[in-house]
């Protein structure tokens, strides 16, 4: 089953979230929350499928798993606007190994990076 491990969100944010994409998608979708997570690695967040414990972060970060290229492209090109829009991360073989706390740092500094870019072309 599709599954989205989520960072930032509210519970009731993450909520509507999942009913969003299940609609975009036609498809059943899982949810996860790496909130209080950060010294897993991403393995054992998929594998353990912790608690939701959701909590608001300014930057809200959404990881697929198990998701077909095709249903990426959609969900990022048709992201339910009622929803605070997050960084998008696909996993690879070398970020699923690392520890949540350390893919946010990369994916925020790839984020810095890409605003700094967009604003000095």
């Given at each position: 089953m599709?599954?989205?491990?989520?960072?930032?969100?509210?519970?009731?944010?993450?909520?509507r979230?999942?009913?969003?994409?299940?609609?975009?998608?036609?498809?059943?979708?899982?949810?996860?929350?790496?909130?209080?997570?950060?010294?897993?690695?991403?393995?054992?967040?998929?594998?353990?499928r912790?608690?939701?414990?959701?909590?608001s972060?300014?930057?809200?970060?959404?990881?697929?798993?198990?998701?077909?290229?095709?249903?990426?492209?959609?969900?990022?090109?048709?992201?339910?606007?009622?929803?605070?829009?997050?960084?998008?991360?696909?996993?690879?073989?070398?970020?699923?190994?690392w520890?949540?706390?350390?893919?946010?740092?990369?994916?925020?500094?790839?984020?810095?990076?890409?605003?700094?870019?967009?604003?000095?072309?």
């Amino acid at each position: 089953m599709p599954t989205i491990i989520l960072y930032g969100y509210e519970q009731d944010e993450a909520t509507r979230l999942q009913q969003g994409l299940q609609s975009l998608l036609e498809t059943e979708i899982d949810i996860l929350s790496a909130c209080g997570m950060e010294n897993a690695t991403v393995t054992e967040i998929i594998s353990m499928r912790p608690d939701k414990i959701f909590f608001s972060h300014p930057f809200k970060v959404m990881v697929f798993v198990d998701f077909e290229d095709e249903a990426i492209s959609k969900t990022v090109y048709n992201f339910p606007k009622e929803v605070s829009r997050p960084i998008f991360c696909g996993l690879t073989p070398d970020n699923v190994k690392w520890r949540f706390g350390y893919l946010l740092e990369h994916l925020l500094e790839e984020y810095r990076l890409w605003q700094k870019q967009k604003k000095n072309p």
